[in-house]
């Protein structure tokens, strides 16, 4: 390893919510060891963002601006995915 060397990764967002499974852009919870998000819990997040077209401004602001990321479990709730997240 060169001692300045740097790495980045572009987050790259399906649905305009957040990332799509297969989630491999290091998403705290998206991605990893953990199995819960996949393509059915995905299917229903679109299908939320569908549904709630204000969701993807809301989401960006309190999650991605405000740095709100119990808002994460909120909309992961409200689509009905079933998720290791905790209050």
């Known amino acids: 390893m060169h001692p300045n060397m740097e790495s ?3 987050h790259r967002r399906w649905g305009l919510l957040f990332c799509k ?4 852009n290091g998403v ?3 991605s990893g060891e953990s199995t819960w998000y996949d393509q059915a ?3 229903k997040i679109v299908a939320l963002g569908k549904r709630e077209r204000s969701l993807k401004e809301k ?3 309190r ?3 405000q740095h ?3 808002f994460l479990r909120v909309v992961l709730d409200q ?3 079933d998720h290791p997240i905790q209050d």
């Open 8 to 10: 980045w990764h572009k």
């Open 21 to 24: 499974s297969p989630c491999i």
């Open 41 to 43: 819990a995905a299917k």
């Open 28 to 30: 705290y919870r998206l």
């Open 79 to 81: 689509a009905g995915v």
């Open 68 to 70: 709100d990321y119990q």
């Open 59 to 61: 989401f960006h602001d």
């Open 63 to 65: 999650v991605f601006t």
